[in-house]
Structures are given as C-alpha cells and as structure tokens.
C-alpha cells in the first residue's frame, strides 16, 4: 500500500532530512552496506533508502530498528528529554489539558 507524503512544517522537514542523512552517515561509518542494515532490521532496502532520504512516510518502528541495528537507539529514548518549554510550563503550574478540546460539529449548511 503507498502512502502519500503528510503535510508536515518546513522545521519538521528539515529535521527529518538531518535524521536522515545522520542515519546514513553512521551506517557509513561503521561500514556497513544499505543492504547489510535493511537484512538485519528486517526492513526492505527501500525502506532504509526512505529512511536515509527523509521521507516523512516511513514509520517511527523502522526507524527505531535501524537506530538499534547502528546501536543507537538510546539515541531516540533521549528525544524531548529536555523539554525546556514544558519544564517552564510546569514550574509556573499551568494546567495542561492530557486531550484537545472535541472538536464542534459545523452547521450542514456551510
């Protein structure tokens, strides 16, 4: 099944794109080839290639996989781990809602 490319913000993109060519360029370090990292992290070679490219369609598990494949996956437990604005937040205890407001129904004649 394909997946088409979600409506992501241009800092998202970007920083998809670093993970990316980060992945890549550790795999190249520790000399492995595409085809040795996809075989191992049961993923398919075009999988990783998505993954090294950053694209926005392949999913957290993959990648996640291949982290743990490089030995990096202590690496993605250490994403928001400095979280400066909710620490802020929490300090000045300012309730945070766990869920977004439900959204209300529109009128059927808009």
């Given at each position: 099944m394909r997946r088409e490319n979600i409506n992501i913000s241009s800092k998202a993109e970007a920083a998809i794109l670093l993970l990316g060519?980060?992945?890549r360029l550790a795999r190249l370090r520790r000399k492995l080839s595409a085809n040795q990292v996809s075989e191992r992290a049961g993923i398919s070679r075009s999988s990783l290639w998505k993954i090294e490219k950053g694209s926005s369609t392949v999913s957290i598990g993959n990648i996640a996989q291949v982290l743990f494949i490089l030995g990096l996956e202590k690496e993605l437990g250490?994403?928001?781990q400095n979280d400066n604005l909710g620490r802020k937040l929490q300090d000045l205890e300012i309730s945070v809602k766990k869920r977004a407001p439900k959204r209300l129904k529109r009128d059927e004649n808009e």
């Open positions: 060519e980060n992945i250490e994403v928001a």
